[in-house]
């Protein structure tokens, strides 16, 4: 029987200041963020995977917000979450990212609003379900948490990746989908696509188009399957 994850009750969402916990490298653009969430805020930040948070911070004595993705899984018992992490990849001209990423840092506080969004799947109810999931760069992002839980709450469903990104050293989470394919051998794949770089297989290079997404379709997963 498939391990199952509990549904947060839909609520408004409010801001809270949290502290970060750490702020790791993902790729030259790209960093990870956690934030520690104390016991007593567990139940405002339990989360579905696919759904994101805002961030609020005063900068050059303006107040700025940004959403971004959760990118990794909810915990599966239920119990509400002790940390809450995402992805910010530093966008040109972009003033919150580039901020984030030139001061943020541990032990640092920042207003961090309870999860929202619907990007997400209906859980329980995936067995046997082969999802598929397209991201380009920084959309890796809510995918992480989307396909971790498809895979670790159902022993029959499988996840299918279509990651398109401009080179090898842009990619995001290189690292954790090695590790996730090599956990789900059978029933996770991760193809990328880079358009900037030539690859082997003419499919996988080359920016997507509506020609190109119907081709790797055809060759990854027809969708009559």
């Known amino acids: 029987m498939a391990t199952t994850t509990a549904t947060p ?5 409010r801001f809270h ?13 790209s960093i990870e963020v956690t934030f520690s969430v104390p016991e007593d805020l567990r139940g405002e930040y339990a989360y ?59 032990g640092d506080r920042l207003q961090v609003m309870s999860p929202e969004g ?12 082969h999802l598929v999931g397209i991201a380009a760069g920084s959309g890796i992002t809510p995918m992480m ?7 670790e709450t159902s ?19 290189l690292e954790e989908l090695a590790d996730l394919k090599d ?15 030539q690859r082997s297989a003419p499919v996988l290079s080359g920016r997507i188009d509506q020609a190109k997404l119907d081709a790797l379709l055809d060759v990854v997963v027809p969708p009559e399957r």
């Open 48 to 106: 579905l995977p696919g759904q994101y948070v805002a961030l609020r911070a005063e900068v050059d004595g303006q107040e700025l917000r940004r959403s971004y993705s959760i990118c990794r899984p909810p915990r599966l018992d239920g119990s509400g979450p002790g940390s809450i992490s995402v992805a910010i990849k530093r966008d040109l001209g972009g003033r919150f990212s580039t901020w984030a990423h030139a001061n943020l840092q541990a």
């Open 155 to 173: 022993g029959t469903a499988r996840f299918t990746l279509i990651f398109t990104n401009r080179s090898a050293l842009d990619v995001m989470f």
């Open 9 to 13: 009750a839909r609520r408004r969402g």
């Open 145 to 151: 948490a989307l396909a971790h839980t498809t895979l």
């Open 118 to 129: 619907r990007f997400t799947t209906g859980l329980p109810g995936l067995d046997d379900a």
């Open 183 to 197: 956990r789900f051998p059978t029933r996770f794949a991760v193809h990328h696509v880079l358009s900037r770089e």
């Open 17 to 29: 200041e949290l502290e970060v916990a750490s702020v790791r490298p993902l790729t030259a653009e």
